[in-house]
């Protein structure tokens, strides 16, 4: 069972650039995500993954605990949960390691510095207003040597929703606001995590595509998951044409043979360690006993062998 302790204080914030998303209306929306059916959990279960023996790890964005059912105690000796939605807590899954749950903002984590062996996130960064910062603070409760194990949603995300919504809004409206939240691009991840102080970095991209009835079934889960959209300049409503349009856009560009139609979601892995004096470190600039140079005369070499 798990042991509660008092939330921290989940900030607010304003529109602008520096702030695209409206962080209440996120939790708002995740709250009431966490109080549904389990059925919408596909994609965090598919994305989930173990990892090695860590005396005190944090799952930041935890969900109802997608990451934390998967583990034991020889993975983890005891795992804080940290989600920025209360209702999660309510309605987590069972799990054999010991859990404490708080309520904070990812952007502003209630913990001391060097505190966390291991800190993991599984979908839930691509919303933080301030990713830089975030990472920042990961790197500040991680102990020395500590590793930070992410995944999020990547820039082609339901790449055939946004384009079916658009021209459906171009169509019939004259013009279209975002629908689908903006997303970060892979080719800035490490550059971000360098920035924070990680090292060690690695990077990878992987797509999961689930198919669906048609656009509105797709709408239902992402709702379902938590996942509508936040930005400060979304459109509230589209009108019953534009949906209809859109729908129809969607079945005639991206459809299955089978009538059903695919959703893409790109998701970025990355891993990034806390300096260690013990790791290992790069041999100094010109220290090498060997050319490249040299590469072009492997197979005389190997002929003379």
Not at 214 to 238: A, H, I, T, Y
């Amino acid at each position: 069972m798990a042991e509660k302790i008092p939330k921290s204080n989940t900030h607010g914030t304003s529109p602008g650039a520096r702030s695209p998303f409206d962080r209440r209306l996120k939790r708002k929306q995740k709250n009431w995500a966490a109080l549904q059916p389990a059925k919408y959990e596909y994609l965090r279960d598919e994305v989930r993954d173990g990892a090695v023996t860590f005396p005190l790890a944090l799952d930041l964005g935890c969900g109802r605990g997608y990451i934390a059912q998967h583990l034991n105690q020889e993975v983890i000796e005891k795992l804080v949960q940290v989600d920025i939605a209360e209702n999660v807590f309510k309605n987590t899954v069972e799990s054999d390691i010991p859990t404490v749950s708080v309520v904070a903002d990812e952007e502003f984590l209630p913990f001391k510095e060097d505190t966390f062996d291991l800190v993991v996130s599984s979908l839930s960064l691509h919303w933080v207003n301030d990713l830089p910062k975030a990472f920042r603070e990961i790197h500040h409760v991680l102990k020395p040597d500590g590793v930070f194990i992410g995944a999020m949603f990547g820039g082609d995300t339901l790449y055939e929703l946004r384009c079916s919504l658009q021209l459906a809004e171009l169509e019939r409206e004259g013009g279209f606001s975002p629908h689908v939240s903006p997303f970060v691009a892979v080719s800035d991840l490490g550059h971000l995590l360098a920035r924070a102080g990680f090292n060690t970095l690695t990077v990878d991209t992987d797509e999961i595509q689930v198919n669906y009835p048609g656009l509105f079934e797709v709408m239902e889960d992402l709702q379902g998951m938590g996942e509508s959209n936040c930005s400060w300049n979304r459109k509230p409503l589209l009108h019953r044409d534009t949906m209809l349009a859109a729908a129809a856009i969607y079945r005639e560009m991206y459809g299955n043979s089978d009538g059903s139609v695919p959703a893409t979601f790109q998701i970025f892995y990355m891993i990034g360690w806390k300096f260690h004096e013990s790791q290992a470190k790069p041999a100094q600039r010109g220290s090498a006993t060997v050319s490249l140079a040299d590469l072009a005369k492997i197979d005389k070499f190997l002929h003379q062998k």
